[in-house]
């Protein structure tokens, strides 16, 4: 399974759980298929020697996502809602739990944010949350204890605390 063909049987059949962790993770589909692109290709590159595709794959795309947050941005950004485009929101999003919640994690900085994915999404253990990020076991705790707490602070999951998440 470490050829070509089993590369691209593993792309077929996991890329559309990668853009939905993808999606947590960034917020935004395009970015996030961008980011899954970005994490095959390194993948692609070690490919013969990747014991465990799923949790190598998922070290790369964290890693990459938190390397993209903390490169300084030198791009353009509108100012002002741009001519002619209405109002951009789903006017019925506020009800979809999945976007209440995206919209939550994405207030949270890039670490606690993969914390929070790769605990509750993955359901990793915090022993490996720490090897795929790089830190201690301790680090993972208090950094998932610091978003538990903005998350709850902030009433941003005010509406999934009231009766959609039991």
Same mark, same amino acid.
């Given at each position: 399974?470490?050829?070509e063909?089993?590369?691209?049987?593993?792309?077929?059949?996991?890329y559309?759980?990668?853009v939905?962790?993808?999606?947590l993770?960034?917020g935004?589909r395009?970015?996030?298929?961008?980011?899954?692109?970005?994490?095959?290709?390194s993948?692609?590159?070690?490919?013969?020697?990747?014991?465990?595709?799923?949790?190598? !794959?998922?070290? =790369?795309?964290? %890693?990459?996502v938190?390397?993209?947050r903390a490169? /300084?941005w030198? @791009?353009?950004?509108?100012?002002?809602p741009?001519?002619d485009?209405?109002?951009?929101?789903?006017?019925?999003d506020?009800?979809?739990?999945?976007?209440?919640?995206r919209?939550?994690l994405?207030?949270?900085?890039?670490?606690?944010r993969?914390?929070?994915?790769l605990?509750?999404?993955?359901?990793?253990?915090?022993?490996?949350?720490?090897e795929?990020?790089?830190?201690? !076991?301790?680090? =993972?705790?208090? %950094?998932?204890?610091r978003a538990?707490?903005?998350? /709850?602070?902030? @009433?941003?999951?005010?509406?999934?605390?009231?009766?959609q998440?039991?």
């Amino acid at each position: 399974m470490r050829n070509e063909e089993g590369f691209a049987r593993y792309v077929t059949q996991a890329y559309p759980g990668l853009v939905r962790r993808a999606v947590l993770l960034t917020g935004d589909r395009a970015l996030a298929e961008d980011l899954v692109q970005v994490s095959l290709a390194s993948t692609y590159r070690r490919w013969r020697r990747v014991e465990h595709p799923d949790a190598y !794959v998922r070290i =790369v795309m964290i %890693r990459t996502v938190i390397g993209w947050r903390a490169r /300084r941005w030198t @791009g353009e950004m509108p100012t002002d809602p741009l001519p002619d485009q209405g109002d951009p929101r789903d006017p019925f999003d506020d009800a979809d739990l999945s976007v209440v919640v995206r919209r939550a994690l994405m207030t949270l900085p890039a670490e606690q944010r993969a914390v929070i994915v790769l605990r509750y999404f993955d359901d990793c253990s915090e022993a490996d949350i720490a090897e795929v990020l790089g830190c201690s !076991v301790g680090t =993972v705790k208090s %950094r998932a204890w610091r978003a538990i707490t903005s998350l /709850r602070t902030s @009433g941003l999951l005010a509406e999934a605390e009231e009766g959609q998440i039991r």
